[in-house]
C-alpha cells in the first residue's frame, strides 16, 4: 500500500504520516524534512535549497525528484510508503507515476486532508519541536507538561522552522493553491482521491484516514 498525504502547509499531513508510520508500517517519506536534512549537513543540495525553502517557496522539481527517487530504493520502501509533502507540482506527480511503473508499484490512494485558512496559519505560526526527539508542540494548542522541557525525552532544546513565519506562511499558502492545488483534479480524475477533515481532532483524523486506506 502507498499512498500520499495531501493538503496545504499546516495541515496536519507530517503528524499524521508520523502517526500512520508508527501503527501500521508503512514508512513517511517527507521531502520537507529530507531537504531539511540536507541544509542540517551543510550538503550541495542543503546550501542551494536553504534561502528558497526559508522564503516559503518551492525547490526546484529536478532536485525534488531526484531526491526522492533514490529515497524510494531502500529497501524499507518495499512495505509500502505515506508521500508528505510530495508531489507537489504537476510536474513531480507525471515523474512520480513513471518511477513507480517503472517498479510495478501505484499510488492506492491520495487523501486530501481539508482545512481552513485562518487555522492554517495559527496552526504554522505557534508551532515548534524538540531539538532532540522531533516531538512537535505549539504555544497555545500543545504545550509540554512541564514549560522547556520535552514530553517525550526531556530534552530543553527546541526548534522552530525558518519558514514558520508570517510572511513564509503567506508564500507557502499560495503556492499550495498555484502550484498544488491543481493535483486534486489530476488525482480525482484518476479515481484516487479521498478527502478527510483535517479540522477533527488529531485522534479522529488518524481513524479517518486509516478507514479510506482500508477501502482503497
Ligand atoms: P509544509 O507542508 O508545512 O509547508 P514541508 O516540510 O512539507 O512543510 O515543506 C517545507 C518546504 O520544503 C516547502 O515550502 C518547500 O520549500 C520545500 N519542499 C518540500 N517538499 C517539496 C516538494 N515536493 N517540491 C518542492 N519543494 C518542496
Ligand atoms: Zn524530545
Redesign the pocket.
Known sequence: MNIVLFGP??CG??TQAKRLQANTGLVQL????M??AAIASGSEIGNRVKD??AE????D?ET?IAMLSERIDAPDCDKGFIL??????LA?AEALDALLKGKELEINAVVEMTVNDEALIER?SGRYSCGNCGAGYHDTFKKPETEGVCDECGGKDFDRRA?DNADSVRI?LD?YRNQSAPLLPYYRERGKLIAVNGMAEMDEVEKEIKAVIKTA
Open positions: 502547509p499546516g499531513k507530517g517527507s521531502t520537507g524534512d531537504l531539511r528558497i525553502m516559503g517557496k518551492l525547490v522539481d525534488v508528505d509533502g510530495f508531489p507537489r507540482t513531480q504554522i519558514d507557502r503556492a
